[in-house]
């Protein structure tokens, strides 16, 4: 891993539902030390919590339906602002052209990760994902089972299925992406930060991520790596 720190690095991760966005942002997270931003995770959090934005947020979720762009971006930007001088990696922010263009008035990025995966491969595994929704950890039962069924590696706290990973849910999500999230990647193709990687699994396109990373950004957590 390469060594020197010189610059804050400021990247989103976009992607279908399913994509892999936070399995993959965790080994980033892992290897590069950014700071992991979730929006869903982050309505998932508030949802648990039954706060009043939570529970608005669950009325769109639930239907596999975009939160709306108001709401998102007041959320996001709070986050941002409060994280002060680190590296971040936003995962499911932005996901409308508003709201892209809300975060470059706001915080510019550097560089947009795209993950391009068949949708036919995503219905297949979201079926066998389960969810530790205090932390986000997220267990596939063919791909990375947890230890013990049913229970998060870490914590030892049950694991659950989420709300929006019912078939007809995922169907939903996959349409709103085609629709409102798409024209997102034209956003960043055309201001020269977005970089594809296609491909059917994870462990087939994390290292052409990592040797992107690796090439484009030396990181904070380099200094572990001495
Ligand atoms: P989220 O939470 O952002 P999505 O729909 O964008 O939700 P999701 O479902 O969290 O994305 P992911 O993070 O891309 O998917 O994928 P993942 O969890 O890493 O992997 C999916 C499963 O596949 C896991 O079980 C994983 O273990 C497994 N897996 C990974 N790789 C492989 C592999 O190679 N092989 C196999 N077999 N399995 C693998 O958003 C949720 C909702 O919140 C709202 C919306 O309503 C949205 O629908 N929302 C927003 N609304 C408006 N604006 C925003 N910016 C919003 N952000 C969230
Ligand atoms: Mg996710």
């Given at each position: 891993m390469p060594g020197n720190i010189s610059k804050i690095v400021k990247a989103i991760i976009i992607g279908a539902p399913g994509s892999g966005k936070g399995t993959i942002s965790s080994r980033i997270v892992k290897d590069f030390g950014m700071k992991h931003l979730s929006s869903g995770d982050m309505l998932r959090g508030q949802i648990l919590q039954k706060t009043e934005a939570g529970l608005n947020a669950k009325k769109y979720t639930d239907k596999g339906d975009l939160v709306p762009d108001e709401i998102m971006v007041k959320l996001i930007l709070n986050e941002i602002h409060s994280l002060g001088n680190v590296s971040w990696l936003l995962d499911?922010?932005?996901?409308?052209v508003a709201q892209a263009i809300d975060l470059h008035k706001s915080e510019p990025v550097n560089m947009v990760i795209s993950l391009n995966v068949p949708f036919e491969v995503i219905i297949d595994r979201i079926k066998g994902r389960w969810t530790h929704?205090?932390?986000g950890r997220v267990y596939n039962t063919e791909f990375n089972p947890p230890k013990?069924?049913?229970?998060?590696?870490?914590?030892?706290e049950p694991l659950v299925q989420r709300d929006d990973d019912k078939p007809e849910t995922v169907r939903q999500r996959l349409e709103t992406y085609n629709r409102q999230t798409k024209p997102v990647l034209e956003y960043y193709k055309n201001m020269h930060l977005l970089t594809e990687f296609k491909g059917k699994y994870t462990n087939e396109i994390w290292p052409r991520v990592r040797e992107f990373l690796s090439t484009q950004m030396i990181t904070v957590s380099s200094i572990d790596y001495k």
């Open positions: 499911g922010f932005p996901r409308t929704l205090p932390s013990t069924p049913g229970i998060d590696d870490v914590t030892g």
